[in-house]
């Protein structure tokens, strides 16, 4: 069975420009889940996509996007970064429909915005 | 909303000591509960769950019970190693609710010194 997997690892940008990271979900799971984490705290949700939609959206700005591909795998987009979105950006994989509803964690890819 | 509380660190212990992380939770309806660990520059992995009032979940030494009148899900763990020494995160999501995301506590660092 394979883990969730994301690229790239680290990535470093500047103020205004747009990034895009990608994420694998696990085999066998249909549902992709971004979160932020920020330096010394928990994680925040983005986003969550299920069967190629977005059904679920945290407190963050639309410069925020997402997308979910046939094979589930996923995509984060931010536009017109700013130096709070500097970051470790979690993707979450899960199958939705059974009991435990358990999401697992990528190693993450970690955004510094200059 | 939903929210999780989590002590917080640094706990510093000696190895082979007793440990004990609080967790808290306001949630409305019944919750599933998780411990997460994130190892220095990983991703998370999930430790444990419980799913139903008065569940134990367990995993490498580590045991947290469901406590639904205490709105509660403390970590424990008898004898904690060197290799146990992570940052670790409380969480919940709905039960049977395929969009309902994480919320994660801030987190609480352990070190463990030999």
């Known amino acids: 069975e394979t883990g969730v997997t994301q690229s790239p690892t680290h990535l470093i940008k500047t103020r205004g420009q747009q990034v895009t990271l990608r994420c694998s979900s696990q085999s066998g799971h249909n549902t992709v889940s971004w979160y932020q984490q920020a330096l010394g705290q928990g994680p925040q949700f983005i986003f969550q996509?299920?069967?190629?939609?977005?059904?679920g959206r945290g407190n963050f700005p639309p410069r925020f996007s997402g997308l979910q591909f046939p094979n589930y795998s996923s995509e984060l987009n931010v536009n017109a970064l700013e130096l709070d979105d500097s970051a470790l950006y979690l993707c979450?994989?899960?199958?939705?429909?059974?009991?435990?509803?358990?999401?697992?964690f990528g190693p993450g890819t970690r955004l510094t915005v200059l | 909303g939903d929210s999780v509380t989590q002590m917080e660190g640094p706990v510093t212990l000696s190895e082979e000591a007793f440990l004990t992380i609080n967790c808290t939770y306001t949630?409305?309806?019944?919750?599933?509960l998780f411990w997460y660990v994130q190892y220095p520059g990983e991703g998370l992995q999930l430790l444990l769950k419980?799913?139903?009032?008065?569940d134990k979940g367990s995993n490498k030494g580590f045991e947290a019970t469901y406590r639904k009148e205490t709105t509660s899900f403390h970590l424990e763990k008898g004898s904690v190693n060197v290799s146990d020494s992570a940052v670790y995160f409380c969480a919940l999501s709905g039960r049977f609710s395929g969009n309902t995301p994480l919320v994660f506590g801030k987190g609480t660092r352990l070190s463990v010194i030999a």
């Open positions: 419980a799913t139903k009032a008065d």
């Open positions: 949630a409305t309806g019944y919750p599933s």
């Open positions: 996509y299920y069967r190629e939609e977005e059904n």
């Open positions: 979450a994989s899960k199958q939705t429909g059974t009991v435990t509803d358990t999401q697992y």
